[in-house]
């Protein structure tokens, strides 16, 4: 005979899941953190060397490649924290059962477009790198290199909707984020 | 025009009615259209390299920069001397804290590119000092939500950044375009709070020492918009490039002050990562959506029939006007500016309206929207801080809505308060 499993058990599994791809998520969010003060470094580096007349050659290119970066290595952490915009006022009229169910409606349906955008992307990527095309720049940057941070943003932002998405089928409260203020 | 434009505006606006965050529901709107309009070959692929290509910009490094300057000065906490400051110089007058926070309001403006930022960080700090002055908790919050929406016209801003990445426009221009209505709307602000509040709400007298002592106090915060305006308007450094300049100051002043630890700088750079990311996903997949328009001939469509309706300039003016505070009712500032300039722009400048000018109308529009309910996110942020009932903050702002629409029509028949500052500048407009 089977041994009688308790719920949390049943949902160790899951659960587990779903911590490790908010850890996954947190990791890419720190590293967005990392990547927004090295622009900033980069930025005032070059500021600095041109006021002593030596500007860098590679320093505007650079910024705009870790400015990529905090984008799509941050989008997976910031869907976590449930972070994007989004309209609730006809959505908070409803019963938080119906909310929560229409939530849910919107994370698959934001993970079927995710995961067709994300290998979308990525065939992009492979044919980028079997063609070797590179940036028309200075660093000359193989361009399936730039074309890798949008499929790692796919795969991120999928991770995250899927965490969201287990977390709905098994009762998991969201977590929820300190309340940072909208940029706008 | 094509009319598949129709079903993918439904689709659209369903989405974002069931709450789908609103950067995936112009993604999905794209799809969409893109499908229904050339069919499902390399559909992903062409949506990625579009994405790709909305963010490959320069322009675009201002934003997390000046996300990034507002959270850190946030952190530091400084902004209470701010408030001191303005309050010290006009507490004396009638409704003179009212006066004062829309001056703290202004000069945090000149700082942080933010409307949101620049209600809660003020808020903070005026809402108990006006409390405990008698002023009305409602009012003040009114007050409060309307002047945070200063930080979206006084530059920095990242409403302008937008709008110059969308029309081709140079953003040091259009900052310094926002100054002088910007400072204006301030003013008409500053009035009718003090016309409108009750005379016996007004602070303590203040003497010169203490106004001496408050300008040292707040001069470094201060000094930041002088130096932010300089480097924009001498044409001496970029706006992204002024930007990290203004992160490195805040930086220094806040160690300087003992205000900022490795606490707040996580907490500021964790902010600003995300409010960044939330903006950088609504440019990409609102270039996507922005593309099919384009492609649909929905803005050459519109231009054309409102140059075939016999309309006059101030009819078309106003339909512009009532568009945009119906929208702003229902759609987040931001993704409202990057759906509606790429097919309003070509009708401004059918009418003979300046790029620059038409920028300071829609970031007008825009900040109407920012405190218009049902979804007037400042609104939202002010009744949080002061425990306001929703309800009457919302009535309490209308006679600040009213000043903005005046204001929107202002830019647009005075169109030299817009561009004037901005052809005295070395590198011109």
């Not at chain 2, 002050?257 to 409010?275: Q, T, Y």
């Not at chain 2, 790029?355 to 300071?360: C, E, Q, S, T, Y």
Request: hydrophobic share 55%.
């Amino acid at each position: 005979m089977l041994p009688q499993t308790s719920k949390a058990a049943r949902h160790g599994v899951p659960e587990r899941a779903v911590r490790i791809l908010d850890t996954v998520n947190a990791a890419a969010g720190k590293a967005a953190f990392a990547a927004l003060w090295v622009l900033s470094g980069v930025v005032l580096l070059d500021v600095a060397l041109r006021t002593f007349g030596t500007p860098t050659l590679w320093g505007s290119e650079v910024s705009v490649y870790l400015m990529l970066a905090v984008a799509f290595l941050g989008v997976g952490h910031a869907t976590t924290e449930d972070a994007h915009f989004r309209v609730t006022v006809i959505t908070g009229m409803l019963s938080p059962r119906v909310q929560r169910m229409l939530d849910l409606l919107c994370d698959l349906l934001a993970l079927v477009f995710t995961i067709g955008f994300t290998v979308g992307a990525a065939r992009l990527l492979l044919f980028y790198h079997q063609l070797g095309f590179q940036t028309n720049t200075i660093l000359r940057v193989p361009l399936a290199l730039l074309q890798a941070l949008v499929v790692v943003g796919g795969v991120f932002l999928a991770m995250a909707l899927v965490a969201n998405i287990l977390r709905f089928a098994l009762g998991l409260e969201h977590p929820k984020p300190p309340p940072d203020l909208p940029p706008a | 025009m094509d009319y598949t434009v129709v079903p993918v505006l439904a689709v659209f606006l369903g989405l974002i009615a069931v709450g789908m965050p609103v950067f995936m529901a112009m993604g999905i709107s794209a799809l969409l259209g893109n499908f229904l309009l050339q069919g499902g070959d390399r559909l992903f692929e062409n949506m990625a390299t579009g994405a790709y290509n909305a963010l490959n910009s320069f322009v675009l490094l201002a934003v997390p920069l000046y996300i990034l300057a507002g959270t850190l000065l946030e952190a530091t906490g400084l902004s209470h001397r701010l408030f001191t400051f303005a309050a010290t110089w006009v507490s004396g007058l009638r409704g003179g804290l009212g006066v004062a926070t829309v001056i703290a309001c202004s000069i945090f403006a000149a700082i942080s590119g933010s409307s949101v930022a620049t209600a809660a960080t003020i808020g903070l700090v005026a809402m108990p000092a006006l409390t405990s002055h008698g002023y009305p908790t409602h009012r003040s919050g009114a007050l409060i939500a309307a002047g945070g929406t200063l930080g979206i016209l006084i530059p920095p801003s990242i409403g302008l950044l937008l709008y110059g990445m969308l029309t081709d426009q140079s953003v040091g221009a259009l900052f310094v375009a926002g100054v002088l209505p910007g400072l204006v709307l301030a003013f008409l602000m500053a009035a009718y709070t003090s016309a409108a509040t009750p005379r016996e709400a007004t602070g303590e007298l203040t003497t010169w020492a203490d106004r001496v002592r408050a300008i040292r106090e707040a001069g470094p915060i201060l000094a930041l918009p002088i130096i932010i305006f300089a480097g924009i308007y001498s044409g001496i450094a970029t706006p992204t490039e002024v930007a990290a300049v203004a992160v490195l100051y805040i930086m220094i002043v806040g160690l300087a002050h003992g205000r900022l630890g490795w606490a707040e700088v996580l907490k500021a750079g964790k902010s600003a990562v995300s409010g960044s990311v939330m903006i950088f996903m609504l440019v990409a997949f609102g270039s996507l959506l922005t593309q099919f328009f384009t492609l649909t001939g929905v803005p050459q469509a519109l231009t054309q029939a409102i140059a075939n309706s016999g309309l006059g300039h101030f009819a078309i003016i106003t339909l512009m006007v009532m568009f945009y505070l119906v929208l702003g009712m229902f759609l987040e500032a931001l993704s409202m500016m990057l759906v509606t300039v790429p097919i309003l722009f070509p009708v401004a400048q059918s009418l003979g309206i300046h790029p620059l000018a038409f920028g300071i109308f829609v970031v007008l529009a825009v900040e109407v929207a920012q405190i218009t309910p049902p979804v007037g996110i400042n609104l939202f942020t002010v009744a949080g801080i002061g425990r306001i009932p929703f309800d009457r903050l919302s009535r309490s702002v209308v006679p600040y809505v009213l000043i903005m629409v005046v204001m929107m029509y202002l830019v647009l028949y005075a169109q030299g308060l817009s561009t004037w500052l901005p052809a005295t500048m070395s590198y011109g407009v």
